[in-house]
């Protein structure tokens, strides 16, 4: 049994109360300490002076852009974090394979998985072995020809991606699957913040963050909605505090009151180490889970009330009148919103919407940042429409100090996206790619995540490949996922480090161990160096710095290819070694293919790199079919939480990166040596019966489908908004159902999940509440 599902797998769990500062020079010891005891000084100190400058290394870790003026040291305690565990010199040895099947590693924990060491030799599972044997590379690759070149069509094969490869693995890798013949590639983006690409598409031509770096420091307002940034994006705290320093107020819009939010101290200066830190959010309006739309929709008819009561003086009506449709249909439809429905959807009190309001007619220069707390909703689509109209009321796209600006989630997942990694890329870029490489490129959309859990649920698809990642630890409902990757026959994972995806297999199985982004990638006896693009459609270069932690790891870049060239052969003409022995070669192809990349090779070897045109940024230029951005009329729907019930997010602790568990603590909100704890407000508790400290099951329910369960947690009295629950990811994704998914994007609901507690006794067994049962 996995010990996700033993009685009580974290014996020393400690629960003590939330902090209310976050960073500051306890973070970055706290980074340092356990890489200073592996790695030892002089490697760290090469890291850390190499983390984030203008020769080092892009971090891996979150996609938060680099400020132009860049400090010596350029990183912060989650980005130490993400390095260290990458440039671990400590390696999974030879006999790993023979001494642990599969079966064995199935009882261990993700955090045990990881704390194993880098991989540094390709390994095969034969059909019916319990255990992976070392094997060539030549060989590795034979075999996934093989088995791929025998499928009956290439939409038998699906291709993921993580968000951490590079630019140049990432347009390779597509080009790869698209000579193949498919557009089966799914990503980690669909589970993330592909309701903000569909959302923003749609409204304002382009998929992207609409705010440079520097836009930070000169907004009078950021709204940071539904997202956590002291633990997620960090240094993203800094720019807030610029932003404050130059008269900029800052409004948090959470169910949770995040530690990083409320008071920051900035490693970076003497000042912020010594002193109390800057509190940085000046207004925190706690809302129920989903209540976000209901919220920017009142503010909005605010706006337009105000407008009504001081005509011409409110709204940005030079703006409205060259650049935005729906003005009208909005207003009608704003007229009948009901104020009643808005405050049962968000929690709040009418002065708390009205004090919002008026924050946001005060600024000129308004920008509004969100993360997963927005785009992993049911409605999360039209969610993010209503920050695009409130934006656009007062023109504030296009300007400097103001913008939508999501914060996107992995170092280059925004790169992966323009350099092609989706199922369903545009015309243009298809025909583009086509005009390059003279083969037919396939049209039909391909399949996204959910649909690759379901294309193997039905054995419409045999083949998973795995660029990064961590597939069925990430996507939801992981037992069904599990048994869907089972039914493969075969699964190839490309990584740095074991995970739940290496032991969860299709009946064959292998693993690539590649080159982390931290080492120096030599082919030919040349240093290559690859590029990234960050939230905020900046491109860069990431030199690597220290040698490679052994001998034998090929990049990703190295493995398409050889990918590539076992299975295509001479088909296409595509000169795979010649991109495998010089990026440059691969650059200049992005150049003809990708716009903005015209002079990709020249462009990211200037110091800092360069952005990326920006339609609605740079010009207020909407690339949608009218030229305008469009003002969409959503109806308001907000989630009912049945009698009983808690709505349960699912988020992360601050010390994992995703389905990587650092270390068992969460230390802001006072968890140690444990994760099977869940957060519920303490008038939940009383009125539930429950008390802190008390054990229960957490089951969740989905119509017409058996119960899930996540057995034995801790609960914790936490200030989160009645009615919400939250428990960490990735354990708790065994309650998310797979049917459960936004509306458009088919992103994963992880944010609102419905639950019922039910209590278990001393010995671990069910003490019955009456709830449900
Ligand atoms: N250290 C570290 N950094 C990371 C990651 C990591 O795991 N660790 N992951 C990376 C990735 S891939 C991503 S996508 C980002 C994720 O960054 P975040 O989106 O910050 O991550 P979550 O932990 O999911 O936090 C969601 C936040 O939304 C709030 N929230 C939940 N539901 C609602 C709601 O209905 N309304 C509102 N207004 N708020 C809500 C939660 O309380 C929480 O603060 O971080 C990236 N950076
Ligand atoms: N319930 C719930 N589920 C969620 C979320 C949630 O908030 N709640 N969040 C969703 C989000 S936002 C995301 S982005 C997904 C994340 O889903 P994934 O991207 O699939 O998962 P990660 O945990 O980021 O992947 C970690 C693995 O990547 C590999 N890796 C690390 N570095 C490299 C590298 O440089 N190259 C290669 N090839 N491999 C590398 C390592 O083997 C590591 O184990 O999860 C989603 N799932
Ligand atoms: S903010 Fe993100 S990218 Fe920057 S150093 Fe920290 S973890 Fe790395
Ligand atoms: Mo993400």
Known sequence: MDDRTTPDPYPDLEVGPSKEWAVGAPG??????????????????????????????????????????????????????ATTWEATPVTVPREFWAEHSLTSLLDRSEYWLGQQGRLTEPVHKRAGSDHYEPVSW???????????????????????????????????????VRAFGTNNLPDCSNMCHESTGTALTATIGIGKSTVHYDDFAKADLVIVMGQNPGTNHPRMLTALEEAKRHGGRVVSVNVLPEAG????????????????????????????????????????????????????????????DRHADGLEAFRAHLAELDEAAVLAATGLATEEIDALAEEYLAADRVII??????????????????????????????????????????????????????????????????????????????????????????????????????????????????????????????????????????????????????????????????????????????HGAIPPVADGL?????????????????????????????????????????????????????????VLPNGPRDERRFDTPSGRAIITVNELEHLERPP??????????????????????????????????????????????????????????????????????????YPTARGCAAAYYPEANVLVPLASAAEVSNTPVSKAVIVRLEAVGADGTDAGTAAGR
């Open 554 to 610: 090929r990049s990703e870049v190295a493995i398409v290819c050889g990918l590539a060239e076992a299975t295509l052969g001479e088909r296409h003409g595509i000169p795979w070694a010649e991109f495998e022995h010089d990026y440059d070669r691969i650059r200049e192809r992005i150049a003809r293919v990708v716009p903005g990349f015209e002079s990709f090779n020249e462009d990211v070897r200037r110091e800092g790199g360069f």
């Open 138 to 176: 030549p060989e590795a690759f034979r075999i996934i020809a093989d088995r791929l070149n025998g499928l009956e069509t290439p939409d038998r094969a699906a291709f993921y991606t993580s968000g951490r490869t590079s630019n140049e693995a990432a347009f390779l890798y597509q080009l790869f």
């Open 369 to 542: 940042t969100w993360a997963m707390g927005l785009t992993q909703h049911r409605k999360a689509v039209p969610t993010i429409r209503e920050i695009v109209n409130l934006l656009l009321l007062r023109g504030n796209i296009g300007k400097p100090g103001a913008g939508a600006s999501p914060i996107r989630g992995h170092s280059n997942v925004q790169g992966d996206r323009t350099m092609g990694i989706w199922e369903r890329m545009p015309e243009r870029f298809l025909a583009a790619l086509e005009a390059e490489f003279d083969f037919p490129v396939p049209r039909a959309h391909g399949a996204d995540a959910l649909q690759t859990v379901h294309g193997l649920q039905d054995g419409a698809i045999d083949v998973f490949v795995a660029m990064g990642g961590n597939f069925v630890a990430a996507i939801s409902d992981t037992d069904a996922a599990e048994a869907a990757m089972r039914g493969a026959k075969l699964t190839v994972q490309v990584s740095t480090k074991l995970n739940r995806s290496h032991v969860v297999t299709g009946e064959e199985a292998l693993i690539l161990p590649t080159l982390g982004r931290t080492e120096i990638d030599l082919q030919d006896g040349r240093p290559q160096f690859v590029s990234v693009e960050d939230s905020v459609c900046a491109v860069h270069a990431s």
């Open 261 to 320: 939010l409320i008071r920051y101290k900035n490693p970076q200066k003497v000042r912020g180490l010594l002193g109390r830190g800057t509190p940085i959010a000046d207004r925190f309006l706690q809302i129920r889970s989903g209540g976000d739309m209901a919220l920017l929709q009142a503010v909005s008819k605010r706006v337009l009330d105000a407008e009504d009561a001081a005509p011409g003086t409110v709204l940005d009506h030079d703006f409205l």
């Open 644 to 717: 009983g019930r808690l709505i349960l997010q699912t988020l992360r602790s601050h010390d994992q990166f995703n389905t990587t568990i650092y270390s068992l603590d969460d230390r802001y909100r006072g968890i140690r040596k444990g994760r099977d704890v869940v957060f519920v407000h303490p008038d939940d508790l009383a009125e539930l019966g429950l008390e802190d400290g008390q054990r229960v099951d957490v089951v969740s329910e989905w119509p017409g489908e058996p119960d899930r369960r996540l057995p034995n947690q801790r609960l914790v009295a």
């Open 28 to 81: 970055i010891l706290h980074a340092m300490e356990p890489a200073l005891a592996r790695m030892g000084l002089s490697r760290t100190a090469r890291l850390a002076l190499a983390i984030n400058q203008k020769d080092g290394f892009d971090c891996m870790s979150c996609a938060w852009p680099d400020p132009s003026h860049r400090n010596r040291l350029e990183f912060c305690e989650n980005g130490m974090k």
